[in-house]
């Protein structure tokens, strides 16, 4: 069991720059894998950076070269750096944490998102 808290959305003009945090708390950080998610209104959600318990980042095609995933296990923090912003990537960010369990079962929690607007 993890809470997620998602903060550092805002409102920023075309190829500027803004960081995501996601807040964990009620369990062990370090044994999560986590990712960041966003959803446009009328669309599916979709992943845009994950890393693995070990650190390893790994990144969609719309956002690759742009963000950058990172975790910090002493804080219990993922975060998102987001640099050269365009209209498109206006969405809700959501962060999630991800447990496989040894008899194969995955758990999944999401924080409640945060509002990023990109427009000039």
């Known amino acids: 069991q993890v809470q997620l808290v998602e903060s550092g959305g805002g409102l920023v003009q075309p190829g500027g720059s803004l960081s995501l945090s996601c807040a964990a708390s009620g369990g062990i950080f370090s044994l999560y894998s986590m990712a960041w998610y966003r959803q446009a209104p009328g669309k599916q959600r979709d992943l845009l950076a994950s890393i693995t318990t070990g650190g390893d980042p790994n990144y969609a095609d719309s956002v690759k070269g742009r963000f950058t995933i990172s975790r910090d296990n002493a804080k219990s923090a993922v975060y998102l750096r987001m640099n050269n912003l365009k209209p498109e990537d206006t969405a809700v960010y959501y962060c999630?944490?991800?447990?496989?369990?040894?008899?194969?079962?995955?758990?999944?929690?999401w924080g409640q998102g945060t509002q990023v607007t990109v427009s000039s």
């Open positions: 999630k944490a991800e447990r496989r369990e040894v008899n194969g079962v995955k758990y999944n929690y």
